[in-house]
């Protein structure tokens, strides 16, 4: 259950019917649960964001800013966010007004104002591929704006350290 993908059907009891009803109200995507705390991307204030509700219930609280939009996480090429509860923050990728050019930013678990993860990506159309949570490590496909190139990119979420993995025409 923690750090996992929340399956409903792995949950049991009253709170796997709370969860089941809460998913089946409105556009409700990509939940995580860690903790007692789910985390989804849902459509609750008119446009896709991200929330997170205690588990047992209760009202969903937004993230992000209201200004900031998500873009439906089947165009994203990967994962649209990951939360790590070890470092406070969670990984979420944005785009600039539905350009699509993906950009990994933090955001506080709590939530606030999303910043970059490191000033090294802005060039690339990035993808969250993997994240390894023991390590707090993820990796990216990041397709270079500038030259028809794609990179394999690992990057140090505690610190911001990016490394280059691989590249490929």
Same mark, same amino acid.
């Given at each position: 259950?923690?750090?996992h993908r929340?399956?409903?059907?792995?949950?049991?009891?009253?709170?796997?019917?709370?969860?089941?009803?809460?998913?089946?109200?409105?556009l409700?995507? /990509? @939940?995580?649960?860690?903790?007692?705390?789910?985390? &989804?991307i849902?459509?609750? +204030?008119?446009? #896709?964001?991200? =929330?997170a509700m205690?588990?047992?219930?209760?009202?969903?609280?937004?993230?992000?800013?209201?200004?900031i939009?998500?873009?439906n996480?089947?165009?994203?090429g990967?994962?649209?966010?990951?939360?790590?509860?070890?470092?406070g923050?969670?990984?979420?990728m944005?785009d600039?007004?539905?350009?699509?050019?993906? /950009? @990994?930013?933090?955001?506080?678990?709590?939530?606030? &104002?999303p910043?970059?993860? +490191?000033?090294? #990506?802005?060039? =690339?159309?990035?993808?969250?591929?993997?994240?390894?949570?023991?390590?707090?490590?993820?990796?990216?496909?990041?397709?270079?704006?500038?030259?028809?190139?794609?990179?394999?990119?690992?990057?140090d979420?505690g610190?911001?350290?990016?490394?280059?993995?691989?590249t490929?025409?």
């Open positions: 259950r923690d750090g929340v399956s409903v059907s792995v949950l049991t009891g009253g709170v796997a019917n709370r969860i089941e009803s809460l998913l089946s109200a409105r409700h995507v /990509e @939940p995580q649960l860690h903790d007692d705390t789910l985390f &989804f849902s459509s609750l +204030s008119g446009h #896709l964001s991200l =929330y205690d588990a047992a219930g209760g009202v969903p609280r937004p993230l992000l800013p209201p200004q939009a998500l873009q996480p089947e165009l994203v990967g994962h649209a966010y990951e939360v790590l509860p070890a470092l923050r969670i990984v979420v944005l600039r007004d539905g350009d699509e050019n993906y /950009e @990994p930013f933090a955001v506080p678990v709590d939530g606030g &104002f910043e970059p993860v +490191s000033a090294e #990506l802005a060039g =690339y159309r990035s993808h969250l591929t993997e994240i390894d949570r023991a390590t707090g490590t993820s990796y990216f496909a990041a397709e270079s704006r500038t030259e028809a190139m794609i990179h394999a990119l690992r990057v979420l610190r911001g350290d990016v490394a280059l993995d691989q490929r025409d």
